[in-house]
């Protein structure tokens, strides 16, 4: 049995694969609700906080774009 303290353990459970689109919208509309702390819900997703806050800030940039009425093919049509 392989223990916390064991150099391979923690070096397997360092490795995170990248979030999709749908992970990073699930966590941060889970922390905008407020059920569990932030740096809970950062240490059960294997994530800085300070990504947590980058992709926070992204969804809020998107979503006021979004409505003041641009989307993603207004955006990039010269």
């Known amino acids: 049995m392989i ?3 064991q150099p391979n353990y923690l070096i397997e459970s360092s490795i995170r694969f990248p979030f999709s ?3 990073k919208i699930r966590v941060v509309l889970e922390g905008f609700h407020n059920q ?3 740096s809970d819900l950062c240490k059960r997703e294997v994530l800085s906080p300070t990504i947590y806050y980058f992709w ?3 969804f809020i940039d998107v979503g006021k774009t979004r409505l003041d ?3 993603l ?3 990039t049509q010269g």
């Open 3 to 5: 223990g916390w303290n």
């Open 21 to 23: 689109a749908e992970d």
């Open 56 to 58: 926070v800030n992204d």
């Open 73 to 75: 093919r207004n955006t």
């Open 36 to 38: 569990i702390p932030v």
């Open 69 to 71: 009425g641009h989307s």
